[in-house]
């Protein structure tokens, strides 16, 4: 055994991981086997969970079990774990990275399958971490890590924002479920809500006995409305709020239309019309590399995001410096919309703090709430740089902020 893997904490566990044959899943199983976790590898295709288990033992000279189960099959889960704990003794790790529904066509579904899938995704989700519990606990730091439930494989999120706002929901709150067990030592509570379910009547109903609010990325102007007046809520309540890219963009909406009195300020995303643009479409930018990209409203939804990895300078005054512990980071982007840099300077004087921004200084990258106790809005995916052994600085702290003003 390497010396890497003799140090690492996490030698000798074991990880049941949904989802392993591909993808996600099966990079999670290389990363837990590279230091020293024995990986069962679970799947609808024994093929698939095969093909990693080999590369597993080829690559890392670890041990590795394949196991085939649809997760959909709820009945088929009760003799799932058993079959893990079976293989090596003990369970330490489960992650749940399986696709429970595979929509391939928006054309040939239904609206029963789609109801279908949301029911039986966080189902699926909910029996296997009650089965694997007492196993967990046995193990005495055992880790449950929701990565990714999806309703669907396939959508069509111009059309329909319902899969892309779940999709994004699922990873970055998962995200926060990883890192609040192996940093924050507690148990996270996740309920997702419907935005578009949420208005002033009610807010307070629905969201009265949440801890924290994250806002995730999406696309679509479904539930907009409901995401400002959440944001809201959050904000006038001191509760924690992170939003993560389309979440700070309502974010910077909300606060134009509540503290600035810019009725009704939008994205020109949701209100191309709006008086009020906070929001709006960046035309051109430079890349990591130095070039120019250029985009306007007939551009291709997919070729001209800003994407992959861009450079953010932080303001050293900023709690997301502090969070970070250095002034430049580099952060994943996928996104068209962006803060309007003409409201830039309003919006600062008045409590919201540009706290990052790109390397050139042209786009607001994060922003914040000065008299909160914990309030950031990052343009950029913070859950495409967590992992699960460290999780990330951002979910981090926001998880254990929660904690404390629980308590």
Not at 2 to 25: F, Y
Not at 358 to 382: A, R, T, Y
């Amino acid at each position: 055994m390497s010396n890497s893997i003799e140090n690492s904490p996490l030698a000798g566990k074991v990880a049941l991981i949904t989802g392993a044959g591909q993808g996600i899943g099966q990079g999670i199983a290389f990363s837990l086997a590279k230091r020293g976790v024995k990986v069962v590898a679970v799947g609808r295709t024994l093929s698939k969970c095969e093909n990693t288990v080999a590369q597993i033992s080829e690559r890392f000279s670890a041990e590795a079990t394949a196991i085939e189960c649809d997760i959909s099959d709820l009945g088929a889960l009760d003799g799932l774990v058993e079959q893990a704990v079976a293989a090596y003794g003990r369970l330490d790790i489960l992650v749940n990275n399986a696709v429970t529904t595979t929509i391939n066509s928006l054309m040939e579904t239904t609206l029963e399958d789609f109801e279908k899938g949301l029911k039986v995704g966080p189902m699926a989700t909910l029996r296997m971490m009650q089965l694997a519990q007492p196993h967990l606990l046995a193990s005495g730091d055992g880790n449950i890590i929701n990565l990714a439930t999806a309703a669907a494989k396939r959508w069509d999120s111009s059309t329909y924002g319902v899969y892309a706002a779940e999709k994004e929901a699922i990873r970055a709150l998962s995200r926060g479920a990883a890192c609040e067990w192996g940093i924050n030592k507690a148990k996270v509570n996740l309920t997702f809500i419907d935005a578009a379910k949420i208005n002033k009547s009610n807010v307070k109903k629905n969201l009265s006995f949440a801890d924290a609010v994250l806002v995730p990325g999406g696309f679509g102007e479904r539930g907009i409305e409901g995401m400002i007046v959440a944001c809201q809520f959050a904000r006038e309540s001191n509760i924690p709020y992170f939003g993560i890219c389309l979440g700070m963009q309502i974010a910077v909406i909300e606060f134009a239309r509540n503290i600035l009195g810019f009725k009704n300020a939008n994205s020109t995303e949701f209100n191309p019309e709006t008086k009020f643009p906070v929001i709006g479409l960046v035309t051109e930018w430079k890349d990591k590399s130095g070039n120019t990209e250029y985009r306007d409203d007939s551009s291709d939804l997919g070729g001209t995001m800003r994407l992959g990895g861009q450079t953010c300078i932080l303001r050293k005054s900023s709690l997301s410096h502090k969070l970070y512990k250095d002034n430049k980071i580099i952060e994943r982007h996928r996104h068209r919309y962006e803060f309007n840099p003409e409201y830039r300077k309003i919006l600062n004087s008045n409590g919201m703090l540009i706290s990052g921004t790109s390397e050139d200084g042209k786009l607001v990258e994060m922003i914040e709430i000065k008299n909160h106790p914990w309030f950031i809005g990052c343009q950029f995916h913070p859950e495409f740089t967590s992992n699960p052994r460290d999780g990330h600085p951002l979910f981090n702290n926001f998880v254990s902020k929660a904690l404390k003003l629980k308590r």
